[in-house]
């Protein structure tokens, strides 16, 4: 596992430490590490601070994109695929996709290289979260039902 992704795991780790859903993302430009972020939704109550948004926000405005690289330790979700695709990411790496599918045919329709390295920590990560705490997943996919609240 490259420095990145071991990077953005720890995100996630530290997002689990915090009470919040184990997703973590890092943005890397130059080979250098320009922001990073997990996921907040339970920590700061909000509804869109995907691990991803809260990586771009931690990077601040930066200007382009293009030249960046997106690591994710799960396949992002659509909300998180439209700012790649809005700020013209070209390149995502994700951790895992068995967990949640995610966009990904969405970002590589509008040209983002995805590659899904499949890593048995980062599903593990979520299989772990998932059985403790269900509704905190699916109210983050957007799936809570009356049966799942």
């Known amino acids: 596992m490259d420095e990145f992704m071991a990077a953005a795991i720890a995100e996630a780790e530290q997002g689990l430490k ?33 691990a991803e948004i809260d990586c771009l926000a931690n990077a601040g405005r ?26 013209g990411i070209k390149k995502v790496i994700a951790g895992e996709s068995q967990t949640f ?9 509008h040209g983002v290289e ?12 979520m299989r772990d979260f998932i059985a403790q705490y269900p509704q905190l997943w699916f109210e983050d996919i957007g799936e809570l039902t009356p049966e799942r609240e």
């Open 101 to 109: 599918a995610g966009a990904r045919e969405f970002m590589e329709a």
């Open 18 to 50: 915090e009470g919040g859903i184990p997703i973590g993302s890092v943005l890397v430009r130059n080979g250098q590490i320009i922001g990073r972020g997990h996921n907040q939704r339970v920590q700061r109550g909000s509804p869109i601070l995907h």
């Open 114 to 125: 995805v590659i899904d390295l499949n890593l048995e920590r980062c599903q593990q990560l």
């Open 62 to 87: 930066i200007g382009r994109y293009d030249d960046t690289v997106l690591y994710s330790t799960l396949m992002p979700c659509y909300l998180c695929a439209g700012a790649v695709v809005q700020f």
